[in-house]
């Protein structure tokens, strides 16, 4: 499995130059880069320096909307030319998307790919921000905020050149995303490991979930919580929000919510963690994860991983309530438990 | 409450969320009241839709969804049952929001990938 980052960030806002100096550390030598420029002719990549076998350049269109195909096909043909030893062994691919980007459409297309899913592994969304520019650019367009929301880290650049609207800025970042750690870029530089990250650290929902319901309130039901840490509703439609519930779902039910989720809103869900109690395994919590419609199948854990029992659920989303998802976790869920309860008295009067 | 269904009592207590978050979802300015004792609402779009949704009881335990559309104070002769929250939503969201962009449910066929 390869872990693949990706790399977004609004226009300007210093991808290039961060990857740039990032391509010049030793342990970044056995990396693949997979550059979108959008535009007749890209520049970008001339901006890189990187050894020209392990690089591709992807122009004339922005992954997120055109070139999804482009892109599958590219990391295809970079897999059987690492595997015919065309390519050095590289051992991370890192991508870095247009500055217009919608990075959720480029995360569902490395998921929706079989081939590419049994390759490949998404180990960050590295998302940076511009210090000085961020805030007006967060204000102006969504583009700029879906990239805040689905990162898995954060990299503040041009510190250097902030001026009194830094800690507003921060303040912004965090109401978007409140579980993805904040790095800033000093003279340029940043460690390696920004970047590369390490897989199961982003992939697991228990980093988002221990920010996200640390001081959750307990209770019998789904509750959206309320803790100040949604987005405020000026200048951006996304938000994130958690629901935590005490009940366990039936297995049923959580398929019958995903369905629901990715048909009402599939577009607008931007991204989905949990840890579930399954009450058919109520033991083995169940991890999910999706991008919009596209989910992976439960991962299964072996045991909890501390005392809180509780089902979590984080969404990065836009225009989709809280107390929506907890209307529709509790009446699919009555629905599913009224079904049985007359499947076993059908059953009994039969016997 | 006329009715001790568990069921039921459950859509009545979140009918108005479930309702009024699935509109929102729609991107669908609708006004949403729901009835304080039954699980029936009405849904008025800003465009002059109206709907009629009620969950009933059945005789053996079970319960079946309607929905009318409504016509000013006149009820069309559309009023068609639906088994499901799901198929309610969906029929609601025919009436309201027809050209709205629908998604399948995508399982990928690995765990760690995204």
Redesign the interface.
């Given at each position: 499995m390869i872990p693949v980052t990706v790399l977004t960030g609004f226009l300007g806002s210093g991808k290039t130059t961060l990857l740039s100096r990032l391509l010049r550390h030793r342990e970044m030598g056995r990396t693949a880069v997979i550059i979108n420029e959008f535009g007749e002719m890209g520049l970008d990549h001339e901006l890189v320096e990187t050894s020209e076998e392990d690089f591709v350049e992807l122009t004339t269109g922005c992954l997120c909307c055109r070139l999804r195909d482009d892109l599958v096909l590219t990391i295809h043909d970079l897999l059987t030319r690492r595997q015919r030893g065309e390519v050095p062994a590289f051992e991370h691919i890192v991508i870095e998307t247009t500055g217009l980007a919608d990075p959720a459409p480029v995360l569902q297309t490395l998921a929706s790919d079989s081939a590419l899913a049994a390759a490949l592994k998404l180990a960050n969304v590295v998302t940076t921000v511009d210090a000085l520019l961020g805030l007006g650019t967060l204000e102006r367009f969504p583009e700029s905020s879906k990239q805040v929301a689905v990162a898995d880290r954060l990299v503040l650049t041009k510190t250097d050149l902030a001026g009194d609207d830094a800690q507003l800025l921060c303040s912004r970042l965090r109401q978007l995303n409140p579980w993805a750690p904040l790095h800033t870029v000093v003279s340029g530089e940043i460690a390696p490991s920004v970047l590369l990250g390490r897989a199961q650290e982003a992939v697991n929902p228990l980093r988002w979930l221990g920010h996200s319901v640390s001081s959750g309130t307990a209770s019998g039901t789904a509750v959206p919580i309320s803790d100040g840490r949604r987005s405020a509703p000026h200048g951006s439609s996304i938000h994130t929000f958690s629901i935590v519930r005490e009940t366990p779902f039936c297995a049923v039910t959580l398929t019958l919510l995903l369905q629901a989720l990715s048909e009402h809103c599939g577009g607008n869900l931007l991204r989905l963690k949990g840890i579930v109690q399954i009450e058919e395994d109520p033991e083995r919590p169940a991890v999910i994860h999706g991008v919009q419609h596209v989910f992976h199948p439960p991962t299964w854990l072996e045991r909890w991983p501390g005392s809180d029992r509780r089902s979590r659920l984080v969404f990065i989303a836009k225009s989709i309530q809280p107390a929506w998802v907890t209307a529709l976790i509790e009446t699919l869920d009555a629905e599913v438990r009224q079904v049985s309860r007359l499947q076993r008295a059908g059953a009994g009067a039969v016997s | 409450m006329t009715h001790s269904?568990?069921?039921l009592d459950?859509?009545n207590?979140?009918?108005k969320?479930?309702l009024?978050?699935?509109v929102?979802?729609?991107?669908v300015v609708a006004d949403v009241t729901v009835s304080d004792d039954r699980a029936e609402a009405q849904v008025t779009a800003a465009d002059g839709v109206a709907v009629h949704i009620t969950c009933r009881p059945g005789p053996?335990?079970?319960?079946q969804w309607h929905l009318s559309r409504l016509n000013g104070k006149t009820e069309q002769p559309r009023n068609r049952a639906y088994p499901?929250?799901?198929a309610i939503?969906?029929a609601l969201?025919e009436e309201l929001a027809p050209d709205?962009?629908?998604?399948?449910?995508?399982?990928?066929?690995?765990?760690?990938?995204?």
């Amino acid at each position: 499995m390869i872990p693949v980052t990706v790399l977004t960030g609004f226009l300007g806002s210093g991808k290039t130059t961060l990857l740039s100096r990032l391509l010049r550390h030793r342990e970044m030598g056995r990396t693949a880069v997979i550059i979108n420029e959008f535009g007749e002719m890209g520049l970008d990549h001339e901006l890189v320096e990187t050894s020209e076998e392990d690089f591709v350049e992807l122009t004339t269109g922005c992954l997120c909307c055109r070139l999804r195909d482009d892109l599958v096909l590219t990391i295809h043909d970079l897999l059987t030319r690492r595997q015919r030893g065309e390519v050095p062994a590289f051992e991370h691919i890192v991508i870095e998307t247009t500055g217009l980007a919608d990075p959720a459409p480029v995360l569902q297309t490395l998921a929706s790919d079989s081939a590419l899913a049994a390759a490949l592994k998404l180990a960050n969304v590295v998302t940076t921000v511009d210090a000085l520019l961020g805030l007006g650019t967060l204000e102006r367009f969504p583009e700029s905020s879906k990239q805040v929301a689905v990162a898995d880290r954060l990299v503040l650049t041009k510190t250097d050149l902030a001026g009194d609207d830094a800690q507003l800025l921060c303040s912004r970042l965090r109401q978007l995303n409140p579980w993805a750690p904040l790095h800033t870029v000093v003279s340029g530089e940043i460690a390696p490991s920004v970047l590369l990250g390490r897989a199961q650290e982003a992939v697991n929902p228990l980093r988002w979930l221990g920010h996200s319901v640390s001081s959750g309130t307990a209770s019998g039901t789904a509750v959206p919580i309320s803790d100040g840490r949604r987005s405020a509703p000026h200048g951006s439609s996304i938000h994130t929000f958690s629901i935590v519930r005490e009940t366990p779902f039936c297995a049923v039910t959580l398929t019958l919510l995903l369905q629901a989720l990715s048909e009402h809103c599939g577009g607008n869900l931007l991204r989905l963690k949990g840890i579930v109690q399954i009450e058919e395994d109520p033991e083995r919590p169940a991890v999910i994860h999706g991008v919009q419609h596209v989910f992976h199948p439960p991962t299964w854990l072996e045991r909890w991983p501390g005392s809180d029992r509780r089902s979590r659920l984080v969404f990065i989303a836009k225009s989709i309530q809280p107390a929506w998802v907890t209307a529709l976790i509790e009446t699919l869920d009555a629905e599913v438990r009224q079904v049985s309860r007359l499947q076993r008295a059908g059953a009994g009067a039969v016997s | 409450m006329t009715h001790s269904n568990p069921h039921l009592d459950c859509v009545n207590h979140y009918l108005k969320d479930l309702l009024e978050g699935a509109v929102r979802a729609w991107d669908v300015v609708a006004d949403v009241t729901v009835s304080d004792d039954r699980a029936e609402a009405q849904v008025t779009a800003a465009d002059g839709v109206a709907v009629h949704i009620t969950c009933r009881p059945g005789p053996t335990g079970d319960w079946q969804w309607h929905l009318s559309r409504l016509n000013g104070k006149t009820e069309q002769p559309r009023n068609r049952a639906y088994p499901s929250v799901l198929a309610i939503l969906r029929a609601l969201r025919e009436e309201l929001a027809p050209d709205h962009q629908v998604y399948g449910l995508v399982i990928t066929p690995r765990s760690a990938s995204l």
